[in-house]
């Protein structure tokens, strides 16, 4: 009813003011539009200039994609819209409309703008739904015009208007004049916005380049990682895994364990197993040139089980990329998105592959830095003590015999127990065995069980990862690890706590270890020599040592006699040192006054060898040059020590007898005067001549050999 | 038919009760003259029995803001109640083009509280917006004089003759009414400049026109094309020569 009256519209006569002020107006609109560069102004600045001497509601611009045979809306005059508060609005402005249908062929063959009432189009099956909306919302009539570029349709000015008629010749007569420049300024827009496109991927890729060139450890790489993917990019780390050293599996190195939020049980599973380059997916991302993209929602329907992982975050595609170095793959990188830039992907990742090569390189010299430190510490320490124990010396039986098992037992890789007193050279054996063992060239390392606390010796064995307890700061390799292809001597191995043992027992059957904190097992090839002052069958039985530890460590048992038990070793010792510590301090002693040397035979040496030597340090420093004429004995030490040997259950009597024999035995007899067992006894002559008489001890006693 | 036209005594009232009633209808021109008063509601009822068609010409007697807005509003209240107590068949009413573009002036939001009020009210209506009248000229030059210069914004302006409005207030009267709003306008467009200039020059009045940017209208900024219809217009018979000359002959 309405259209009947709509047949030619009167048009007024324009007068010369008019016709001159419309036409400035479109040379001013011209220019400025030419100038825009943002695409929100230029169709605010188009649909508020226009409005000022034309009545329509408000406009659109889409653009033609060919590729897809569509257009989509590309500026929006959102203020005046009045179908922006249609539920359809937000689907609308991001919609695909097809241009195969005759309402967008008969605009496209128009020779210049078209109107049309939107009652007569938008009815029909194949028109785009946009009519309808606008209908709804109080629009009755569109114009439509093409937007040329280079001859070719590039897109299309919608404008709209609720009073049908508004769209005068004069107002076509407008729009067909500044559409040239619109044209232009949208193609200027498109390619600036590419520009700025470009330029922003490259500055963020620069950006992200910095950032990256700083990282050195896989916690700053971790936080820059995600910095630049979730803030920047819309984009979540699912996983890294990286190449293990054998080049068949694959590690989780890094990864997100916030995202995949209430399914995290399920997520640590899956990422906590090592998976092999075999792995299907892993497989075709590592055999890819550029990467894959999974859709999510395909993925489930297809049945993988770690796509209902990925849809809990919602995006949309998980991207994932071969991690290379040059042509070495180092592993993959697994992404959540629902959409990312080729270029960007591609530049972020070989970011990230150079960043984590540089922290495996950084970590590798780390450990050998770290090793050759500890190394260097050691051999230091042992510079000290090597020195002090160059040679062994004595040529007694009870020696002789140490000797052999030396020679018998150094050339295997057995595993030796070495027993015997306090200062008998428990040590010197060791390294005695080792220096006549194919491993000499490597460094013997020692760990005195007895020297650290309980919860320190477990890292000090198979060393420790960063972080495993509170105070482990940095990565610590054991001496076990140290001493790999070489001896480790455990010295005082009876004070080493349950617990240790128990992994100690571990790593002699399974010749490998794990760090503490650590998972990854370190196969080692260590030679194990130990040592202890106790009686370990004894420990065994009070369960303060674990029965099967002991099995393997006394395969070859070698017990070192205490230096009372060789009292012919004595004098040479005594010389050996007296040559030693006057070289040191300076001084010329070569030789021991007798009744010094009658001394030191008589003296018990409850301290063995170290005893000796430290006593004869201190001689030499007391004495003046020449012949060590006095030795220091101390004599509380005397009276207060007690051999082992004498610790049995005895009466005072025969404690008496026994001890009287055998410092008689020590003086050769001598039984009072210098050197003689009353002085050592602290008693007159006499006193000890009765108590012998008393006790019964007669000649025999004392000079009978044992 | 029985025609009560409001305000049957003004410009536009009285032509159209002349047309009304050369074309044979029983035609009552109302106004407080003649006893009929819309602000009191005296006399409508009586004015009012067995109409078929109201035309509503009055105007507000004084233009102050707050004056105008409860005149058009009582007025249109009382007038629109007793239509549709007497069953009225039309109402219509003379607006101004743009008059929803202006709603910084006062006297066009009272206009449009108008038009809302007739949409409002039910009664079957036809609402003709129409541009300036070219007997407006003279006022509007006088309000925009300082000294003797008439300070002009470059508004586009298309106003019409009176009696072209009192032709199509006529045949709208006599025509179904549209329940919505019909345009009018003069026959050509110009500037507001260029018509005052030549208004001035016809008269030899030696004001000077100086034309502005300032989009000023009786004081409220309006757009450039507020005051010219948009989409579709009658356009009146009489340009703006013939008009000129009219008047001058009767001067």
């Known amino acids: 009813m309405k259209r009947d009256k709509s047949q030619e519209p009167q048009l007024p006569v324009l007068s010369q003011a008019v016709l001159e002020q419309e036409r400035k107006m479109l040379l001013d609109l011209g220019n400025d539009i030419t100038r825009v560069r943002d695409k929100n102004d230029l169709l605010v600045l188009f649909s508020k200039r226009l409005k000022r001497y034309f009545y329509f509601t408000h406009t659109i611009v889409t653009l033609i994609d060919e590729k897809s045979g569509t257009y989509t809306p590309f500026l929006l005059d959102n203020e005046s819209s009045p179908i922006r508060k249609h539920p359809m609005y937000p689907e609308l402005i991001q919609a695909h409309f097809r241009l195969n249908e005759p309402f967008i062929q008969t605009v496209l063959q128009a020779d210049g703008p078209i109107s049309f009432l939107l009652e007569d189009i938008m009815e029909q099956p194949e028109s785009p739904v946009f009519l309808k909306v606008n209908y709804e919302k109080g629009v009755r009539e569109i114009l439509m015009t093409k937007i040329m570029m280079e001859d070719k349709p590039m897109g299309f000015i919608h404008m709209y208007t609720d009073k049908p008629g508004s769209f005068t010749n004069e107002f076509r007569s407008v729009i067909n004049g500044i559409i040239p420049q619109l044209s232009g300024a949208v193609s200027n827009i498109i390619k600036n916005e590419e520009i700025h496109k470009t330029e922003r991927e490259k500055s963020f890729l620069l950006d992200f380049s910095n950032e990256i060139a700083q990282v050195r450890s896989k916690t700053d790489l971790q936080a820059a990682i995600f910095k630049v993917l979730d803030k920047t990019m819309g984009t979540k780390l699912a996983m890294i895994r990286l190449l293990d050293d054998d080049e068949v599996h694959l590690s989780m190195f890094m990864c997100d364990p916030t995202l995949f939020g209430g399914t995290k049980a399920t997520f640590e599973k899956m990422s906590g197993t090592r998976i092999t380059v075999e792995e299907p997916y892993t497989s075709k991302v590592l055999a890819s040139r550029e990467g894959l993209v999974f859709n999510v929602a395909e993925e489930i329907r297809s049945g993988n089980d770690y796509a209902k992982l990925w849809a809990t975050t919602g995006l949309k595609n998980m991207y994932s990329f071969p991690l290379r170095v040059g042509n070495r793959n180092i592993g993959t990188i697994w992404l959540l998105a629902n959409k990312l830039s080729k270029l960007l992907l591609k530049g972020i990742c070989a970011q990230i592959s150079i960043a984590i090569a540089n922290i495996q390189a950084n970590e590798k010299l780390l450990a050998y830095k770290k090793q050759l430190e500890d190394e260097n510490d050691y051999l230091k320490e042992q510079i000290r003590t090597i020195y002090n124990f160059s040679e062994i010396v004595g040529n007694g039986a009870a020696m002789q015999e140490v000797y052999r098992l030396i020679s018998l037992v150094a050339t295997s890789g057995t595993t030796v127990l070495v027993l015997g007193e306090t200062g008998t050279g428990k040590e010197l054996i060791a390294r005695a065995i080792h220096n006549a063992s194919p491993r000499k060239d490597k460094l013997m390392v020692k760990v005195n069980c007895a020297a650290l606390p309980a919860n320190l010796i477990e890292s000090e064995l198979f060393g420790h990862e960063r972080g495993a307890f509170t105070g482990a700061t940095d990565r610590h390799i054991g001496k076990f690890e140290l001493a790999n292809q070489s001896t480790l001597f455990l010295d005082e191995i009876g004070e080493l706590p349950l617990e240790a043992q128990a992994k100690l027992l571990r790593v002699i059957q399974e010749r490998e270890l794990e760090r503490v904190g650590g998972k990854q097992t370190i196969k080692v090839d260590v030679r194990l020599i130990t040592a202890t002052n106790r009686q370990l069958e004894e420990a065994v039985r009070k369960g303060q040592f674990r029965e099967d530890l002991y099995y393997r460590l006394n395969v070859f048992p070698i017990t070192l006699p205490p230096l009372r038990d060789r009292p012919e070793d004595i004098a040479p010792l005594a010389n050996f040192f007296v040559k030693k510590y006057a070289r040191n301090a300076g001084r010329k002693i070569n030789q021991i006054a007798p009744k010094a040397m009658l001394q030191l035979r008589s003296y018990s040496w409850p301290g063995n060898v170290r005893e000796l030597e430290h006593l004869i340090e201190r001689s030499v420093l007391l004495s003046p040059d020449g012949v060590l004429k006095d030795v220091y004995l101390s004599s509380k030490n005397v009276s207060e020590q007690q051999s082992p040997a004498h610790l049995a259950n005895r009466s005072l009597e025969e404690v008496e007898r026994s001890y009287i024999i055998e410092v008689l035995k020590r003086c050769s007899g001598k039984i009072s005067g210098i050197g003689g067992a009353a002085e050592i006894l602290q008693v007159p002559g006499n006193t000890l001549h009765s108590k012998m008489k008393k006790l019964g001890i007669t000649k025999a006693d004392y000079f009978t050999q044992g | ?251």
Do not use: C
């Not at chain 2, 206009?111 to 007739?118: A, N, R």
């Not at chain 2, 002009?152 to 006529?170: G, R």
């Not at chain 2, 300032?214 to 013939?242: C, E, M, R, T, W």
């Open chain 2, 1 to 251: 038919m029985k025609i009560v036209v409001i305000g049957g005594s003004g410009l536009i009232g009285s032509k159209v009760v002349a047309k009304l009633s050369q074309a044979g209808h029983e035609v009552i021109s109302a106004s407080p003259a003649t006893g009929i008063n819309t602000i009191t509601g005296e006399g409508l009822d009586e004015a009012l029995a067995n109409t078929d068609v109201v035309v509503d010409l009055a105007n507000s007697p004084s233009f102050e803001d707050k004056a105008v807005m409860e005149f058009f509003q009582t007025a249109g209240r009382n007038l629109l109640a007793a239509e549709i107590r007497a069953g009225v068949k039309h109402h219509l009413a003379l607006s101004i083009v743009g008059v929803d573009l202006m709603q910084e002036s006062g006297y066009m939001r009272a206009k449009k509280v108008q038009e809302d009020l007739i949409k409002q009210s039910g009664v079957p209506h036809t609402i003709m917006r129409s541009t300036q009248f070219f007997e407006f000229i003279g006022g509007i030059a006088n309000q925009a004089t300082e000294g003797n210069i008439v300070h002009i914004s470059d508004l586009q302006f298309q106003p019409i003759a009176a009696e072209d409005v009192a032709t199509f207030v006529t045949e709208a009267a006599l025509s179904a009414p549209v329940n919505g709003i019909q345009e009018i306008a003069g026959p050509g467009r110009f500037t507001m400049p260029e018509l005052i200039t030549r208004y001035l020059e016809a008269a030899t009045d030696p004001r000077k026109v100086e034309a502005n940017q300032n989009l000023q209208y009786y004081g409220a900024k309006i757009s450039y094309a507020a005051l010219v219809p948009a989409g579709q217009a009658k356009l009146g018979a009489i340009n703006f020569d013939n008009w000129l000359s009219s008047q001058l002959a009767k001067a």
